[in-house]
């Protein structure tokens, strides 16, 4: 189908795009990569007047060192991220989810904070940006305001974002010398995630010390299963220690049903899935 119609501005700075927003409020729709935007505004299942893109906007490309954490520009690609070096030391949960989405082509498009934005209880960004204690960095006309992780994702594709404000940029906290893993489940290669885990654990001998657990559409957003972090600390590296720690993961949850798997299977899934993370972070 064919979008309708609808004003596009590319502003060159932030300040210029919440200016713009300000002046437009609800009827304008922020394109970051498009990978999520196009195919509903193809689909007309949102029809804005005006496309605010932010392609040009470059003080929200990046991945900078911020002491204890790094902050990720929300414009930064996929690929980008993938590439940066402070990512691949202190982020190895993200980078491992960030693998996995789609083909090189959307990895190149693609950015993180629009992921985030966006919202997708099934999209791959959200649960490891919980399992590394994430904070929003959220800019509009009342100024800058900094969202916990587990505040930012309020329902199905909504956020904490109001529409006067824009997602600046992400704060992970450093997982240097953590191990960690994603594990991911789906019915085809390149589709949305029936369930994943994002799982990041720290070591000490021979017992889990650590551990930070994220998991993937279990429920209308992304969810962090600090009960089962919990229960994982102290545990040994074998199977049947970890298994039984991890299952109780699901608990309390309550996952979709649809064409994939029904609330059930996910849960099901959830909690092998998150054994196999656990073991595979830990290098068990």
């Not at 900078?64 to 929300?74: H, K, M, S």
């Not at 491992?96 to 789609?102: F, G, Q, R």
């Not at 505040?151 to 992970?172: H, K, P, Q, S, Y």
């Not at 994939?260 to 998150?274: I, S, W």
């Amino acid at each position: 189908m064919i979008p309708a119609a609808f004003d596009y501005i590319a502003p060159a700075s932030l300040a210029e795009a919440l200016e713009v927003l300000g002046e437009r409020g609800d009827s304008a729709k922020i394109i970051a990569g498009g990978q999520s935007l196009l195919p509903i505004l193809r689909m007309r299942l949102n029809a804005p007047d005006l496309v605010v893109d932010l392609g040009k906007v470059a003080e929200l490309r990046g991945v900078f060192d911020d002491g204890p954490g790094i902050v990720v520009g929300a414009m930064t690609t996929y690929s980008d991220f993938l590439a940066d070096p402070l990512a691949q030391e202190h982020a190895g949960v993200l980078v491992d989810a960030v693998e996995t989405i789609a083909d090189p082509q959307i990895r190149h498009r693609g950015t993180i904070g629009g992921a985030l934005a966006h919202a997708d209880p099934a999209g791959d960004v959200g649960a490891p940006a919980l399992a590394m204690e994430a904070e929003f960095v959220i800019v509009g006309p009342r100024g800058q305001r900094v969202v916990a992780g587990e505040d930012f994702f309020e329902d199905n594709f909504t956020t904490a974002v109001g529409d006067d404000e824009i997602l600046a940029a992400v704060r992970l906290t450093k997982q240097s010398g953590w191990g960690h893993h994603y594990e991911k489940f789906v019915r085809v290669s390149h589709q949305w995630s029936v369930v994943a885990v994002a799982a990041a654990v720290r070591v000490e001998g021979d017992a889990i010390a650590e551990a930070r657990i994220g998991l993937t559409n279990m429920g209308t957003t992304p969810v962090r299963a600090r009960a089962c972090e919990e229960a994982l600390v102290g545990s040994a590296l074998t199977e049947e220690a970890v298994g039984a720690a991890c299952a109780g993961v699901a608990e309390g949850l309550n996952p979709p049903s649809d064409l994939n798997a029904d609330a059930d299977y996910r849960r099901h899934l959830a909690t092998v899935l998150t054994r196999r993370a656990v073991l595979a972070a830990a290098g068990a």
